[in-house]
């Protein structure tokens, strides 16, 4: 079969690789849409700790069931979603029903073969029906949304709240269109990208350009000094990580999403004194993946602006490429079987 494969530290390339032999309870999965995540840009530098060249990356896929192994609701010609985490089902996390944060967690398309290819192979229990109203590239976006849902389920938005999140990537879009649905009132988002800015604008977020104007002082002017509610974080640098403290009110909330290559320097003086609260977030639950498949069935939640470009898989190259500039994507999605 076909298959994008990374090589080495920014070298992908498309060639031949063996279609997938079916384990028990598996599908093979003839994929429809791949997208680039953040996480494929960080293989792509050759940074990931984990993931292992060559490797077809690509854990936001869609598809469609070409073959079964196991006994299984699904059937051979369903259209399906993949939530990509595999979790050992052994560890304390797993016992008590957060797999999401098994100690050993594993993603298809980092620690095994993913959605940049022609067919993969996917543990059952792994997929989710499209519902009809549910455009297969839409769908392939399915896991970036339960990111946002995850999210913003862990934090503490009241109806009304202002909200400001660090960072305009297709995460911080989701978080702020979560965050909307869930009541709040005020959304700005800030960025150094105008491109990404003008896609917040688009979707009735307040823009705020990082270059353009201070952050703090434009959200507190904003907000009659107080600041906000609740700011969520998902630049993952240190200009952000000193603009979460204060940007944040007195007893607000801080949700840190991004995954720091380095640790990074914390004033946490500033937020003794203030009793912030600082949570942290990884990824999502199964109920999360399909509370997003649900909501982008229903229109409730519409990726259409997220999606800039559509290219087919031997155009892999390209796609990296676009993604290294946030002024030229948003969201890469590759057709395989284009």
């Not at 690509?58 to 979790?87: K, L, Q």
């Not at 702020?176 to 009735?204: N, V, W």
């Not at 204060?246 to 003086?269: E, M, N, W, Y």
Request: proline fraction near 5%; charged fraction near 20%.
């Amino acid at each position: 079969m076909k298959a994008g494969l990374y090589l080495s530290e920014k070298n992908v390339r498309v060639g031949e690789s063996a279609k997938p032999v079916l384990k028990e309870n598996e599908a093979l999965i003839k994929v429809a849409y791949a997208g680039i995540c953040g996480t494929d840009m960080m293989i792509y530098s050759g940074k990931h700790p984990r993931a292992k060249a060559p490797l077809a990356m690509g854990h936001e896929f869609s598809g469609m069931i070409e073959e079964i192994n196991g006994d299984s609701p699904f059937n051979i010609g369903d259209r399906v979603v993949i939530e990509p985490t595999i979790s050992c089902g052994k560890c304390d996390a797993c016992l008590s029903g957060n797999s999401h944060v098994c100690k050993t967690l594993k993603l298809i398309g980092i620690d095994s073969h993913g959605g940049f290819a022609e067919y993969v192979a996917v543990p059952l229990h792994r997929l989710h029906r499209v519902p009809n109203s549910l455009s297969d590239s839409h769908a392939a976006l399915a896991e970036p949304v339960a990111v946002g849902i995850h999210t913003v389920r862990r934090s503490n938005i009241k109806v009304g709240d202002t909200v400001v999140v660090l960072g305009a990537g297709p995460i911080g879009l989701l978080i702020a269109l979560t965050a909307k649905l869930a009541g709040a009132g005020k959304i700005f988002i800030s960025d150094i990208s105008p491109y990404r800015l003008g896609k917040a604008e688009e979707m009735g977020f307040i823009a705020l350009d990082g270059k353009q104007v201070d952050v703090v002082e434009h959200v507190k002017e904003a907000t009659n000094g107080v600041g906000a509610d609740v700011v969520f974080e998902v630049a993952g640098t240190s200009v952000t990580v000193e603009q979460m403290i204060h940007v944040c009110r007195t007893q607000g909330q801080i949700v840190v999403v991004s995954v720091f290559k380095q640790p990074p320097t914390i004033d946490l003086a500033a937020m003794h004194f203030r009793e912030l609260s600082l949570t942290t977030t990884r990824c999502y639950s199964s109920a999360d993946f399909a509370t997003a498949v649900r909501m982008m069935a229903s229109g409730q939640i519409d990726v259409t602006p997220l999606i800039s470009h559509e290219l087919p898989l031997e155009e892999i190259e390209k796609g990296f490429e676009l993604m290294t500039n946030p002024e030229d994507s948003l969201k890469v999605l590759f057709r395989p079987h284009a």
